[in-house]
């Protein structure tokens, strides 16, 4: 099975609101990644946050990592109807290399 | 340096085809990801290399699946025997060596067997 999993599976929020996913994990890990991915294009990293960090930001996205619980959210302030796509938390851990596993992500619909 | 490049960009086969396709990354970048993405679905891990080393191969991946980076460069994946469930996105990406890097995507190669 995937190493992380996303919550919630879709998520449809009108314009100008917050848009929040979670993401949780199962074994330790070197940095938890999120990226995006519009429909039946390639994906687009968004933000790294390692492993001894607790919250990074870029723009209008907020990661937080609780490496304690194992898991990690995505806010996204403001949205806007541009931000409609799928959105995957992506796990790194050392296995010999360094190895990514994504979730299955998290759909969201931006209304305007 | 153009990021991550793949080809094709799709491929139709008939069904017991073999096809194979390749992925040429960031040129200093040492390590090599595919992953196969079904509609509505994460990426798959499929296998990685670090040079031309394959480091691990998922054991979802069965033996008419096969990839190589001869020169710790391009990779190519080669799917023999094809079936209707290897109808799937194919991605490659690539990233450096420290580990605390982000990974940089092809567009992908749509994979249909008829």
């Known amino acids: 099975s995937q190493q992380g999993e996303e919550d919630p599976q879709a998520l449809s929020i009108q314009e100008g609101e917050n848009a929040t996913m979670n993401c949780s994990y199962k074994?330790?890990?070197?940095?938890l990644q999120w990226y995006r991915q519009n429909s039946g294009r390639g994906l687009v990293h968004l933000i790294l946050?390692?492993?001894?960090?607790r919250e990074k930001h870029s723009g209008r996205l907020r990661v937080t990592l609780d490496t304690s619980k194992k898991s990690s959210s995505l806010l996204i302030t403001a949205s806007r109807a541009a931000d409609t796509a799928s959105y995957f938390c992506?796990?790194?851990?050392?296995?010999?290399?360094?190895?990514?596993?994504f979730g299955a992500g998290t759909r969201l619909f931006v209304k305007a | 340096d153009t990021g991550v490049s793949q080809d094709p960009r799709h491929k139709i086969t008939k069904r017991g085809q073999n096809v194979t396709f390749r992925c040429d990354p960031i040129s200093e970048h040492n390590r090599l990801y595919w992953y196969r993405q079904t509609l509505g679905q994460g990426p798959e891990f499929l296998t990685y290399?670090?040079?031309?080393?394959?480091?691990?191969k998922s054991r979802l991946l069965s033996d008419r699946f096969s990839a190589e980076r001869p020169k710790g460069s391009f990779s190519t994946l080669e799917i023999q025997r094809t079936e209707q469930g290897d109808s799937a996105m194919y991605l490659c990406a690539s990233d450096g060596s420290a580990g605390n890097t982000e990974a940089f995507f092809g567009q992908g190669t749509r994979l249909t067997v008829v």
């Open positions: 946050i390692r492993s001894n960090e």
């Open positions: 290399f670090q040079n031309e080393a394959q480091l691990e």
């Open positions: 992506a796990t790194v851990f050392n296995t010999g290399g360094f190895k990514t596993i």
């Open positions: 074994t330790s890990i070197n940095n």
